[in-house]
C-alpha cells in the first residue's frame, strides 16, 4: 500500500513539472474557490480592517481572476493593504495599475485620496526602499516620488482642495531643490487657481522666501527687488487687510540689506587698502539706492569721516 502511494505521488509529481506546476500549485488549483468567494473575503477583510488577510485575498483573486473585474479590482485592494501595512511604494503602484486597467473606475476617489496621502508621507520626510527594491532598507528618500504624485493629482484634479495642496506641497520641494523658477511659477499657479486661499496668502509669502534665497552680495542682481515689491503689491491688492503682508515687506529689506552690506564691506576694504575716493563711491551708492538699511546708516558715518557729506 504504502509502494502504491509512493508511486502515485511520484507521478504525481512529474505531471505538475510537465505542465510547469509546482505540486503547491496543483493543490491550491485543486482548492481554489471562486472570484465570488474571494471578493467576499477580500470584502470582509476589509471591512475588518485585517491587512494581512486583505493582501492575502487580494493577491489570489488578483492572480487566479485577472481578467476578470473581480481581478481589477483587487489591485485597489491590494494598494490598500500595502498602505496600512507601511509599503508606501509598492501602495502607488497598485493604485496605478488599477486606474490604468479601469475606464471608469469604481475606487477612483478614494485612490486620489490615498495617493495624496502617500506624497504627503513622504514629503513629511517618510524614507523609501533603496533602489526601489523590497528587500533593502527604507534610508532613501522619497522626495522624488512625492513630487512625482503631487503632479499627478494637480493636473488629474486641477480645481479640487487636494490640487491646491499638492501645488503648495510641489513648491516647497523644488524650493528645497533649489530650482527656484519653477518653485516661483508653481505659487503663482497656486495663486490663479485659488485666489483667494489660505495657500494663496502662504504661496505670497513663500515667493518672497524664494527671492531672499537667490539674494547674493557678490552679484548685485536688483531685479529680483523688483519681482519681490510686484509679489508684495500683488499680494496687497488680494488681500488688503492681511497683516501677513509685513513678512513680505520685510524680506524685501532683508534683500535690501544682503545687497547693501555687500556694497559697504567692498567700501571697506578700500578704505582699508588706502583708496577712500573709491570707498567713497560705494558707500554714496549704497546711501541713495538703500537708505533705509542698517548698512546705509553706516555709509553714511563714513562718509561723514571721509569728508563727505
Request: aromatic share 14%; with cysteine; net charge positive.
Amino acid at each position: 500500500m504504502r509502494m502504491k502511494y509512493l508511486f502515485f505521488s511520484f507521478f504525481f509529481c512529474l505531471g505538475a513539472l510537465c505542465v510547469n506546476v509546482s505540486p503547491l500549485e496543483a493543490r491550491e488549483k485543486r482548492q481554489r474557490i471562486s472570484a465570488q468567494e474571494y471578493y467576499s473575503k477580500v470584502q470582509e477583510a476589509h471591512t475588518k480592517k485585517n491587512w494581512k488577510d486583505l493582501l492575502s485575498y487580494s493577491n489570489r483573486l488578483q492572480r487566479y481572476y485577472l481578467k476578470t473585474s473581480f481581478g481589477r479590482e483587487a489591485l485597489y485592494f491590494q494598494g490598500v493593504a500595502f498602505f496600512h501595512t507601511g509599503d508606501l511604494e509598492q501602495a502607488n503602484e497598485k493604485f496605478s495599475l488599477y486606474l490604468q486597467q479601469e475606464l471608469q473606475p469604481k475606487y477612483f476617489d478614494e485612490i486620489m485620496q490615498y495617493k495624496f496621502a502617500i506624497a504627503d508621507k513622504f514629503y513629511q520626510g517618510e524614507k523609501k526602499h533603496l533602489f526601489g527594491w523590497k528587500k533593502m532598507p527604507k534610508w532613501g528618500s522619497g522626495k522624488d516620488l512625492s513630487l512625482k504624485v503631487f503632479e499627478e493629482i494637480i493636473n488629474t484634479l486641477p480645481s479640487d482642495e487636494m490640487a491646491m495642496r499638492s501645488l503648495y506641497a510641489k513648491g516647497k520641494i523644488l524650493e528645497g531643490y533649489m530650482d527656484y523658477r519653477e518653485s516661483i511659477e508653481t505659487y503663482q499657479t497656486l495663486i490663479r487657481r485659488f485666489p483667494k486661499s489660505e495657500l494663496a496668502i502662504e504661496s505670497y509669502i513663500a515667493i518672497g522666501g524664494v527671492y531672499l534665497k537667490q539674494c547674493n552680495p557678490k552679484r548685485q542682481d536688483l531685479n529680483l527687488i523688483g519681482l519681490a515689491e510686484v509679489n508684495a503689491k500683488r499680494f496687497q491688492e488680494a488681500f488688503p487687510n492681511e497683516k501677513r503682508i509685513e513678512k513680505v515687506n520685510t524680506t524685501i529689506s532683508q534683500m535690501k540689506e544682503i545687497y547693501a552690506k555687500g556694497l559697504y564691506e567692498i567700501g571697506q576694504f578700500y578704505e582699508r587698502t588706502g583708496k577712500p575716493k573709491a570707498s567713497i563711491i560705494y558707500y554714496s551708492k549704497i546711501v541713495d539706492n538703500f537708505p533705509e538699511t542698517p548698512s546705509a546708516k553706516l555709509s553714511q558715518k563714513r562718509l561723514l569721516k571721509l569728508g563727505k557729506k
